[in-house]
């Protein structure tokens, strides 16, 4: 089964927008995903850096979303039934966004049973 998670605010392999960034207001962009695999009872987002200088960088964890769950709104920064956790710079700050940087972080989402 294939599971897509994407984004309006911006294409696959494209910069992400400033006013998603850290160079903008932290807003975090809408996203959108198809249905889990079957099973699925929970998800977990997550925002990283894989070409950070010191190595991969986590900006943003949201997890023990509800299965049910198919996307984020725009400027919604985390589900009130979702956990957000700390990141690489040890913060579980209640951010609006993401944080990362306009080019090479990575939005993944995970399933699980």
Known sequence: MTF??????FESGEDIPKEFTC???????SLIWTDPPPGTETLA????????PSGTWVHWILYNLPA????LSEGMGHSKDATISEN????????LGAL????FSSFMLWTAK
Do not use: C
């Open 45 to 52: 987002l997550i925002v990283d850096d894989p070409d950070a």
């Open 68 to 71: 049910t769950t198919r996307g």
């Open 88 to 95: 690489s710079a040890i913060t579980a700050l209640v951010r």
């Open 4 to 9: 897509h998670l994407t984004s309006p605010a």
């Open 100 to 103: 990362p940087i306009a080019i």
């Open 23 to 29: 160079d903008g207001p932290d807003s975090s962009p």
